[in-house]
């Protein structure tokens, strides 16, 4: 005699609905909470003490001497969450954003602190400087 053991649980379970999630249809299955997704730049909390960029075990960060801050590209982040524990001021943190697809890997979505952020940052610089000076002479 032919013996299917699985023969009774098929049966039982084409009866019930499929347990699939059906994405992009529905919502993503929800993440845990501590998920390491995203990484977030707080540039204002930033005091450029490169702790992140010696830890950083993929090179994502390259440091900014002139404005002593950092400049993060995501496409190469392994999500270790090594600079966020190392940073001193709390300027890097992991958000749950894991939907980071894209077709350029310069995707702008990918990067923190972009040139133009940091020219606009300069002039900022540079007209605190002024002002400082205008005050001093005053
Ligand atoms: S999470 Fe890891 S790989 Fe990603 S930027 Fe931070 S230290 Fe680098
Ligand atoms: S560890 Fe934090 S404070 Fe230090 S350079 Fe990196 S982001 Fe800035």
New binding site residues.
């Given amino acids: 005699m032919i013996k299917l053991p699985l023969l009774s649980t098929v049966l039982k379970n084409i009866a019930k609905r499929p347990a699939t999630n059906l994405f992009p249809k529905t919502d993503p299955v929800p993440v845990p909470e501590d998920f390491r997704g995203k990484?977030i730049y707080h540039v204002d909390k930033c005091v450029g003490c490169r702790m992140?960029v010696m830890?950083?075990?993929?090179g994502?960060?390259i440091y900014l001497p002139e404005v002593r801050k950092v400049t993060?590209w995501l496409g190469?982040?392994?999500?270790?969450?090594?600079?966020?524990d190392v940073c001193p001021t709390r300027a890097l943190e992991m958000s749950d954003e894991f939907l980071l697809a894209t077709y350029d890997k310069y995707d702008k979505k990918l990067r923190w602190f972009t040139e133009e952020e940091i020219e606009e940052y300069k002039r900022k610089l540079e007209e605190q400087k002024k002002a400082k000076e205008v005050a001093k002479k005053s």
Avoid: D, E, S, T
């Fill in positions: 990484i992140c830890v950083c075990p993929a994502v960060f993060l190469r982040c392994v999500f270790c969450k090594q600079c966020v």
